[in-house]
């Protein structure tokens, strides 16, 4: 396992009160120091390139975030820029790519811990606290060296609207997503399957509010199954931890033990396929369960 992560996600930030705050970068840093002291590598991203974003994102969206560089802007009412926001959200999608980039090229595992987080950002829009899709741009670069089969599993209690649209026909990205259901974005019914070609590459599992690591554990085997089906050449996890009992943007009750136990049983899966698996971080707005959680995700996979 290597992380991937900087310092300088904490250069981007939000107004005072935004749950997705600087402050979610400094527990990145304390979890990638206990890393390093454990003898753990961790490496300093790249940031994503042009071509890397247009493989996914409309050249529009990506001029207008470019555009924000030394400004605070307020994109939508949820969705923040600061003078640095436009440099940190590349190094967010250049260490998605690494991620993914490591994990195919070693097969060790990769972990990248970042922010702004990705899974609701459009093609042709910022949203929900996110600048640009790092797991879509990671995905849609494991495309472009050939890959026909790449797995993306959104274990963040909200839905992943951007990256579902994004792959929606498409059936070389398979998009998977647990989330809590109907909330915040609206979309991730489960007759939500994709269209055309992609039809049938995109399982929503939409959960109640108040799901509880069973409720999780008994989605996750179905989700195995739905791996095994599709036998991935990669696997990446959108890894948010929101769906934490303690996060105060949600409603669900899992606990950090069942937060381990859902990203161990995609491990297990991965390895039962014979494919590299790379997490790039997503939503988790309670400090001390995003730590919890991202540490006790690195003790167990
Ligand atoms: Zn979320």
């Given at each position: ?10 250069e ?10 600087p ?8 979890v ?6 454990m003898?753990?590598?961790v ?22 975030i470019?555009?924000t ?10 969705t923040f820029t ?5 440099e940190?959200a590349?190094?967010?999608?250049g ?12 097969k060790?595992t ?6 702004p ?14 600048l ?8 849609a670069a494991a495309v472009?060296?050939?890959?026909s089969r790449?797995?993306?599993?959104d274990?963040d209690v ?5 990256t ?6 498409d059936?070389?990205v398979?998009?998977v997503?647990?989330?809590q259901?109907?909330f ?21 599992v939409?959960l109640?509010a ?8 008994a989605?996750?085997?179905?989700i ?12 990446l ?7 934490h ?7 669900m ?8 136990a859902v990203?161990?049983s995609?491990?297990?899966t ?16 309670d400090?001390?369960?995003l730590?919890?959680?991202?540490d006790a995700?690195?003790?167990g996979?």
């Amino acid at each position: 396992m290597i992380l991937i992560s900087s310092a300088r996600f904490q250069e981007h930030t939000t107004p005072p009160g935004h749950p997705e705050r600087p402050e979610r970068a400094e527990v990145f840093d304390h979890v990638a120091a206990a890393w390093r002291d454990m003898g753990g590598r961790v490496a300093e991203p790249r940031p994503a390139t042009r071509a890397e974003l247009l493989r996914v994102h409309d050249a529009a969206h990506v001029e207008a975030i470019a555009g924000t560089s030394g400004r605070a802007v307020m994109l939508d009412p949820d969705t923040f820029t600061s003078p640095e926001s436009y440099e940190i959200a590349l190094l967010a999608a250049g260490a998605a790519v690494q991620a993914a980039e490591h994990a195919l090229e070693t097969k060790e595992t990769a972990f990248a811990l970042v922010r702004p987080p990705g899974h609701h950002a459009e093609r042709d829009k910022a949203m929900g606290f996110c600048l640009f899709n790092n797991v879509a741009v990671a995905a849609a670069a494991a495309v472009a060296r050939g890959l026909s089969r790449v797995a993306v599993v959104d274990i963040d209690v909200h839905h992943g609207n951007g990256t579902q649209s994004m792959f929606y026909a498409d059936p070389r990205v398979l998009y998977v997503s647990s989330h809590q259901f109907p909330f915040y974005p609206g979309t991730g019914a489960a007759d939500e399957v994709g269209t055309g070609a992609g039809k049938g590459f995109t399982f929503n599992v939409p959960l109640a509010a108040g799901a509880t690591d069973a409720d999780y554990a008994a989605a996750y085997r179905t989700i195995a199954g739905v791996l095994e089906r599709y036998a991935p050449q990669l696997v990446l996890v959108s890894a948010g931890f929101d769906a934490h009992e303690s996060d105060p943007l949600a409603s669900m009750r899992m606990t950090t033990a069942g937060y381990a136990a859902v990203v161990k049983s995609l491990a297990d899966t991965a390895r039962r396929i014979g494919c590299p698996m790379a997490l790039v971080t997503e939503g988790g707005y309670d400090l001390d369960a995003l730590r919890a959680c991202l540490d006790a995700t690195l003790a167990g996979i």
